[in-house]
Structure formats: C-alpha cells, structure tokens
C-alpha cells in the first residue's frame, strides 16, 4: 500500500494564499504521477490539477487555471509534490485531496489507485 501524506491546509483569507504538499515515502514517487482533487461540502470530488511523473504533462481545472501551479520534486530525500494556491475566494473552501497513480490519466480522471487522507483549505470572506 502506498501513503500519501498532505499538509499544508488552514484558514486564509479571500485573495490570499496556501502551498499545500504530498509526500510519497520511498524511491517509487518518480514512478507516479501526482494529482489534487478537492470536495467541498454538500458536493462531489472535482478535479484540480495533475502532474506526470516527469513533470512535463501538466493539466488543471477551469476553475483553477491561473491561480493554482502544480510542482513536484523528485529528488529521493523529499518525494513531494506540491499545489500553490493563489487568489484564493470562498469557493475554494475545501478538503483538499492528493492523488497518486502510475497513469496520468488515471489521475485526471479519478480512477487512480492510492489517495490521502484530505487537508482542510476554508478562505473566509
């Protein structure tokens, strides 16, 4: 079984910003690509953006598309993927979920394999 471990949610205020991280433990991460969805309460997970596992594959949600940036670092001591997060309004206010799979597909799509337990991202207005 594969742990992803996200941090970096909380409390902003509307316009500003958040980096949220998720580490992959162990040599595999480079295998993955990497991706963030978010579900809002009262609503289905939505996709937010993915990364392939070299980086070079890149995809966002409308709804994110110039506010957000997907990363990743592949370097073995830190196996982190992130999502800076600006611009920030209320509809934003989500758990925020990150998503590992060996396709990048899979990711975009939700079909992936392996998901973290969520961090809270809540903008106030």
């Known amino acids: 079984q594969v742990q992803l471990v996200e941090s970096g949610g909380g409390l902003v205020q509307a316009g500003g910003s958040l980096r949220l991280s998720c580490t992959v433990p162990?040599?595999?991460?480079?295998?993955?690509?990497m991706g963030w969805f978010r579900q809002a309460p009262g609503k289905e997970r939505e996709f937010v953006a993915a990364?392939?596992?070299?980086?070079?594959?890149?995809?966002?949600s409308d709804s994110v598309k110039g506010r957000f940036t997907i990363s990743r670092d592949n370097d073995n001591a830190k196996n982190t993927a992130h999502l800076q997060m600006s611009s920030l309004n209320t509809e934003d206010t989500a758990v925020y979920y990150c998503a590992a799979d060996v396709y990048f597909n899979e990711v975009v799509s939700g079909g992936n394999a392996y998901w973290g337990r969520g961090t809270q991202v809540t903008v106030s207005s």
């Open positions: 990364i392939g596992w070299n980086g070079r594959s890149i995809k966002y």
């Open positions: 162990g040599r595999i991460f480079s295998n993955f690509a």
